[in-house]
């Protein structure tokens, strides 16, 4: 399950620089970028356990400092190249068939790009220069879903982007807004997704304790490195 959730991971990496207009290649053992890209988004990510550090940086852009590479099997050892480790996750898995809990709120799609604009200020908690990664082409891509909690006021009480692959379904971005309990939001958003879909992802911290308490797996490790 861990190679479903590296791939459909990467993928959704290249829907969203796609949509800034620098999508990057995939290869027989990772995904790169020979552009910096969006902000928070990695620069490579590995797709096989084999995968080395000539794969992973032969293919991005180190000539200014702030390259990432996500390590998708906690296997690579990247401190000699000049980077440092950023943080360390688990990748999460949902069986399929796995009822989810009903949710206060109404949860749906965004369909317009002011629904858009207002989903992303929520996530970013007001920071415009950190919405503005969420662009309106997100919108148009057929694999990708932006959804949102609205509260009786029609205040957004938490969201997350869900990206579909051939096996599996992804859930990215997942944020909650004001007091909105975490558990609320990862049962809107799995109430949206079809009960035979297997849904993956990666937290850590409190994080990784609402996904194992809405019915996720951990499934194995990842590291992201940054290029100091």
């Not at 969201?159 to 990215?172: K, N, Q």
Request: net charge negative.
């Amino acid at each position: 399950m861990i190679i479903d959730a590296v791939r459909n991971n990467a993928e959704w990496c290249q829907v969203m620089c796609a949509a800034h207009g620098h999508p990057g290649t995939f290869g027989a053992r990772a995904w790169t970028s020979t552009r910096r890209t969006p902000l928070y988004y990695p620069d490579a990510v590995t797709l096989t356990e084999d995968a080395d550090v000539k794969d992973v940086l032969d293919g991005i852009d180190r000539t200014t400092p702030g390259a990432s590479v996500k390590d998708s099997f906690a296997r690579l050892d990247l401190a000699a190249e000049g980077f440092r480790l950023l943080f360390e996750a688990s990748w999460i898995h949902r069986p399929a068939g796995l009822p989810a809990a009903a949710p206060a709120g109404e949860w749906r799609a965004v369909r317009t790009p002011d629904e858009l604009a207002a989903w992303a200020l929520a996530w970013s908690d007001g920071d415009e220069d950190e919405a503005a990664l969420f662009r309106p082409e997100l919108l148009v891509d057929p694999a990708t879903t932006v959804v949102a909690g609205y509260g009786p006021d029609g205040r957004v009480l938490g969201g997350a982007v869900l990206s579909g692959s051939d096996t599996v379904t992804g859930v990215s971005n997942l944020f909650t807004a004001g007091d909105t309990d975490p558990v609320q939001v990862w049962s809107g958003c799995l109430g949206l997704i079809a009960s035979d879909r297997p849904v993956v992802g990666y937290e850590s911290g409190d994080d990784l304790t609402a996904a194992l308490a809405a019915g996720f797996q951990e499934a194995g490790p990842l590291r992201v490195w940054l290029d100091a």
